[in-house]
């Protein structure tokens, strides 16, 4: 399980929302090359919309025209989220990203592909928007859409303020305790020490 930090991500009604935010990573599993061709292909359609991205990289090749931050603290981060309608996430398999909790819970429409992780946290339409992986085009018309209807974002951004409050820290902890508690080697210690 994972949770979000409240305190550390929020909305941050001061900041003005005008672009499109991604988390870099150059690991095969993150499609770092579809990124790439993701926010190439929207900075073509609109040159007007902002791009910021952050990483623990340094810039990459093909990201000289975006805002890039490397190692952000939190605040900067959370800057970054709230500046940002959409945030983009094109990896082909994740875990529980917490990257897509961070950015909801700042107020972004999450546009990722269907990997594992993400399918744990968003329903498309709902509280984001989930295309096929690997496919570009598809990433780059959900972007237009959420950029183009500010109903459609303003809803899933509701659904997502929603969902974000079911993944505290605590929560977390409670289903990690639960989960080790059913486990048959940690069941039988536990009622032992109990006894």
Request: glycine letters at 8%; a negative charge.
């Amino acid at each position: 399980p994972n949770g979000i930090d409240p305190n550390e991500y929020y909305l941050d009604a001061s900041v003005d929302r005008d672009g499109i935010g991604a988390l870099y990573n150059p690991h095969p599993n993150k499609a770092p090359e579809n990124l790439l061709a993701v926010l190439e292909e929207c900075r073509v359609r609109w040159p007007e919309v902002p791009q910021r991205v952050f990483s623990t990289e340094a810039r990459p090749v093909g990201l000289e025209h975006v805002d890039y931050c490397r190692l952000p603290s939190v605040d900067a981060a959370r800057e970054i989220y709230n500046r940002s309608k959409v945030w983009l996430l094109t990896s082909r398999t994740e875990g529980l990203p917490g990257v897509v909790l961070e950015a909801m819970a700042c107020g972004c429409v999450v546009v990722s592909t269907d990997n594992e992780g993400s399918l744990e946290i968003l329903c498309d339409g709902e509280n984001g928007v989930i295309v096929p992986r690997d496919d570009v085009s598809g990433q780059v018309e959900a972007v237009g859409r959420v950029l183009a209807d500010d109903s459609f974002r303003k809803s899933l951004m509701d659904g997502a303020q929603t969902t974000i409050r079911g993944f505290t820290w605590q929560r977390a902890a409670d289903r990690m305790e639960e989960f080790l508690r059913d486990l048959p080697e940690f069941g039988d210690l536990s009622r032992k020490d109990s006894e």
